[in-house]
């Protein structure tokens, strides 16, 4: 049996302080969680939907009850089809975190499969994420490679 379960709508505090262990990971500093507050409906609502195009997967903490020890979350987004991905489906690895007193345990990549599995299910031709330094043995160990195009960003 996985330890690995689909994240449900009673997750969703467990999941944004996942989510705020992963952004003070990468920041000099711990960063401002009064967002929580304003993600929380919208992410219970999404983790209580259809399956459609947004899942998460966690681990819970094996020394304390109701909360989780790692988390991943994905979609799968559209794209007008081309060769290698004729579909046009794209799978986004996003959200990876493992708990500070969890780590080492193989949580996060059990995580990572389960929701590699499920974009493979639903038919994703490629799957992209965004990797530290730290982390990216773990991603190069499930055949991730550095993608050879630079990213741009706007802000709205």
């Known amino acids: 049996m996985s330890l690995v379960r689909r994240a449900v709508p009673g997750d969703a505090g467990e999941v944004l ?13 711990p960063g401002d969680t009064g967002w929580h507050a304003g ?4 992410l219970r609502a999404r ?4 399956d459609g195009d ?11 009850p109701g909360a989780l020890a790692a988390l991943v979350a994905g979609t799968l987004e559209y794209r007008i089809g081309r060769a290698g991905n004729p579909r046009g489906l794209i799978g986004y690895v ?17 995580c990572v499969e389960e929701l590699l599995t499920w974009l493979r299910e639903r038919g ?18 499930l055949g991730f490679t550095r993608d050879t195009y630079p990213s741009m960003r706007l802000y709205l």
């Open 17 to 29: 302080r996942l989510r705020q262990v992963m952004i003070d990971a990468m920041a000099a500093a």
């Open 39 to 42: 993600s929380l409906p919208e």
């Open 47 to 50: 983790l209580a939907g259809p």
């Open 54 to 64: 947004f899942a998460a997967f966690v681990v819970d903490h094996p020394d304390r």
């Open 94 to 110: 996003f959200s990876v975190a493992t708990d500070p007193d969890a780590r080492r345990r193989g949580y996060a990549r059990a």
């Open 124 to 141: 994703a031709g490629h799957v992209m994420l965004t990797s530290t330094a730290d982390a990216e043995p773990l991603y190069a160990s």
